[in-house]
């Protein structure tokens, strides 16, 4: 009997929201924010009757807000999704802005709009960013939830996280490829190489005791970047954490498993009594 391989994938209603910006599409808006010279842009759905926490998704390596726009949809009241400077729709600075100074311009960003208590959800190199962001301004933030978090301390160099990427090509939705070739040719491949170089020498695992804020580590079940022994570490290693899988996804469950994982996180702020400080 020849097994089939089921893997997770997009709606078209999430693939059109995932390339609509700058236009409005399903509640949310494209907008400019200057930061410390920077325009960047934020893709945002507000005004919500019953906003409560605000969330704000942190996107990885390579991509932009595109591709975390499934998850966005499933998530309730006030969402924020913005590009990282040199990503997307943003602004490039002149160099490849390292963890620090990426978190540094969200943590601007999240002042000029008067963001607060928010809970961040990150994959992959946004889970650095999003920890990063948690630790030097913890008031921005009242829960993580890091999908896929890089870097595994046992492929620590670009190449083996390069490699992981390619192991884990054979379990994502070939829909993303439209997706994925918009956001390398926005950021260009130089910044990409220098942004993972950036990436393998941040001390995540360092970083991760030091965030106050309770903690939720997921991963795609075939997601190779982000194994279960990394996983299971990095959730021991916050001072409140939890680990789990998702069925049928991989490294970019934000984007094919969005409504599981949106429910996963808004389940774990509801069990834990998060509130927006």
């Not at 999430?14 to 400019?32: C, I, K, L, N, V």
């Not at 390579?62 to 309730?76: E, F």
């Not at 870097?151 to 379990?171: I, K, N």
Request: aromatic letters at 4%; charged letters at 20%; one cysteine or more.
């Amino acid at each position: 009997m020849v097994r089939i391989r089921r893997i997770a994938r997009m709606s078209a209603a999430e693939a059109r929201a995932a390339m609509a910006a700058p236009r409005p599409d399903q509640g949310f808006t494209s907008r400019r924010v200057t930061v410390d010279g920077l325009k960047l842009h934020v893709r945002s759905r507000t005004g919500s009757p019953e906003p409560g926490i605000p969330w704000v998704l942190l996107h990885g390596l390579a991509v932009s807000h595109r591709y975390l726009m499934p998850t966005a949809l499933a998530l309730p009241g006030d969402v924020h999704v913005p590009d990282l400077p040199g990503f997307g729709l943003s602004q490039s600075p002149r160099g490849a802005f390292d963890v620090i100074e990426h978190a540094t311009a969200m943590a601007g960003w999240m002042d000029a709009e008067g963001l607060s208590g928010a809970v961040l959800l990150g994959n992959s190199f946004g889970c650095q960013v999003a920890v990063e962001l948690a630790v030097r301004r913890p008031e921005l933030a009242c829960a993580l939830v890091l999908v896929g978090p890089t870097v595994d301390p046992d492929a620590p160099t670009a190449a083996g996280q390069a490699w992981r990427w390619v192991r884990d090509l054979a379990h994502e939705d070939p829909r993303q490829a439209q997706i994925i070739a918009r956001d390398v040719r926005d950021a260009g491949v130089p910044r990409v190489l220098r942004t993972l170089r950036h990436s393998t020498r941040h001390p995540m695992a360092q970083r991760l005791p030091l965030v106050a804020a309770p903690i939720l580590v997921l991963r795609g079940e075939h997601d190779p970047i982000a194994p279960p022994s990394w996983i299971a570490r990095a959730a021991g290693l916050a001072a409140t954490g939890r680990s789990m899988s998702l069925a049928r996804a991989a490294h970019n469950a934000v984007t094919t498993a969005g409504p599981a994982l949106a429910a996963e996180a808004v389940a774990f702020v509801n069990h834990r009594g998060v509130v927006s400080r």
